[in-house]
């Protein structure tokens, strides 16, 4: 598949290449530090909803609720859907209706994994955006905290991705945060006989536990997916998961599957073979269903389509 715009070849690194965007990027993870990893997560949301075409940036209106407003996307930061939306406004004033939303968060994410420390991979351009965002077509393709690794397992299956992709693509959370919500179960109401996960690392979930006392009353409290480098793209995650430090139950428990354990053991012991897997599954992840053509277009703005009604599709 080749991706191509219609009137101009864009130069893979555009946004690095370009100042204003480049001093943005460069700013915007200076001032918020998580903003990284919100933009991967976002992409990754993106992608596996209808591929890779930005519908995940656009806002809901009074006749449809988007892909945004699911309940499973209304963590993703604010920072992460600002950064493209800047980037946006600081290309169509320089060059108007050529690139893409889906392009720029396909180069942005990209582009911020490097800046903290992640692998560079190619990204293929000349995504079209889609016309529609609905938050009915979420549901089924996007992991939960508390899901069991079978279930994970499948749901990456149905996107085209096996075992080893999908334990590569988890090392995300090397960067980023989760809400105490997320994993409050394992710290508070674990069993009847123990308020604790006992795959967790006592002194880390006491630790834990005192960062999340006040999560019922304060939605907003979270901790660092990672506790040793959290601001930094490694393979610290796979050597947490070792030591009892995952935070998400899923994440733990891939450290004991069978079926997920020799590849948790593998990049914790080898940070070039993560990174190398991660490259080629971000790779294949960022052309998942691409629209081209008369697919899609290219929005002015990232969070409307350009007829301001086609993603007014009604709710069934």
Same mark, same amino acid.
């Given at each position: 598949?080749?991706?191509?715009?219609?009137?101009?070849?864009?130069?893979? +690194?555009?946004?690095?290449?370009?100042?204003?965007?480049?001093?943005?990027?460069?700013?915007?993870?200076?001032?918020?530090?998580?903003?990284?990893? +919100?933009?991967?997560?976002?992409?990754?949301?993106?992608?596996?909803?209808?591929?890779?075409?930005?519908?995940?940036?656009?806002?809901?209106?009074?006749?449809? *609720?988007?892909?945004?407003?699911?309940?499973?996307?209304?963590?993703?930061?604010?920072?992460?859907?600002?950064?493209?939306?800047? #980037?946006?406004?600081?290309?169509?004033?320089?060059?108007?209706?050529?690139?893409?939303?889906?392009?720029?968060?396909?180069?942005?994410?990209?582009?911020?994994? *490097?800046?903290? +420390?992640?692998?560079?991979?190619?990204?293929?351009?000349?995504?079209?955006?889609?016309?529609?965002?609905?938050?009915?077509?979420?549901?089924?393709?996007? #992991?939960?905290?508390?899901?069991?690794?079978?279930?994970?397992?499948?749901?990456?299956?149905?996107? +085209?991705?096996?075992?080893?992709?999908?334990?590569?693509?988890?090392?995300?959370?090397?960067?980023?945060?989760?809400?105490?919500?997320?994993?409050?179960?394992?710290?508070?109401?674990?069993?009847?006989?123990?308020?604790?996960?006992?795959?967790?690392?006592?002194?880390?979930?006491?630790?834990?536990?005192?960062?999340?006392?006040?999560?019922?009353?304060?939605?907003?409290?979270?901790?660092?997916?990672?506790?040793?480098?959290?601001?930094?793209?490694?393979?610290?995650?796979?050597?947490?998961?070792?030591?009892?430090?995952?935070?998400?139950?899923?994440?733990?428990?891939?450290?004991?599957?069978?079926?997920?354990?020799?590849?948790?053991?593998?990049?914790?012991?080898?940070?070039?073979?993560?990174?190398?897997?991660?490259?080629?599954?971000?790779?294949?992840?960022?052309?998942?269903?691409?629209? *081209?053509?008369?697919?899609?277009?290219?929005?002015?703005?990232?969070?409307? *389509?350009?007829?301001?009604?086609?993603?007014?599709?009604?709710?069934?």
């Amino acid at each position: 598949m080749d991706l191509r715009y219609d009137r101009v070849m864009l130069k893979e +690194g555009f946004l690095a290449s370009n100042n204003a965007t480049l001093k943005l990027m460069n700013d915007k993870q200076l001032a918020s530090p998580t903003t990284a990893a +919100g933009v991967l997560r976002v992409f990754f949301h993106d992608c596996v909803v209808g591929g890779c075409d930005a519908s995940i940036l656009l806002s809901s209106n009074n006749v449809n *609720t988007a892909e945004r407003d699911n309940d499973i996307n209304r963590s993703l930061p604010g920072d992460a859907f600002d950064l493209v939306i800047r #980037a946006k406004t600081a290309l169509e004033l320089q060059c108007p209706n050529i690139v893409s939303c889906s392009d720029i968060l396909a180069e942005a994410t990209r582009d911020l994994v *490097t800046m903290v +420390g992640g692998p560079f991979y190619p990204v293929r351009l000349g995504r079209k955006d889609s016309r529609e965002s609905k938050s009915t077509d979420v549901e089924g393709h996007i #992991a939960r905290p508390n899901m069991s690794t079978t279930e994970i397992i499948n749901i990456f299956a149905r996107e +085209g991705l096996n075992i080893q992709e999908m334990v590569a693509l988890s090392g995300a959370h090397t960067i980023g945060f989760s809400h105490c919500s997320e994993f409050s179960n394992r710290i508070f109401s674990f069993s009847q006989t123990s308020q604790i996960d006992p795959s967790m690392n006592p002194q880390y979930a006491e630790g834990l536990r005192k960062l999340c006392a006040n999560y019922t009353k304060d939605s907003s409290l979270a901790a660092f997916n990672d506790a040793i480098t959290p601001g930094k793209f490694d393979n610290m995650y796979y050597v947490n998961l070792h030591r009892g430090l995952g935070l998400l139950a899923s994440d733990q428990a891939m450290a004991s599957d069978p079926r997920t354990k020799p590849f948790v053991d593998l990049y914790a012991a080898n940070q070039t073979a993560f990174f190398d897997a991660f490259s080629r599954v971000m790779e294949k992840v960022s052309v998942f269903n691409v629209k *081209t053509g008369n697919q899609g277009e290219v929005r002015r703005r990232c969070d409307a *389509t350009n007829g301001n009604s086609a993603n007014a599709v009604p709710n069934h």
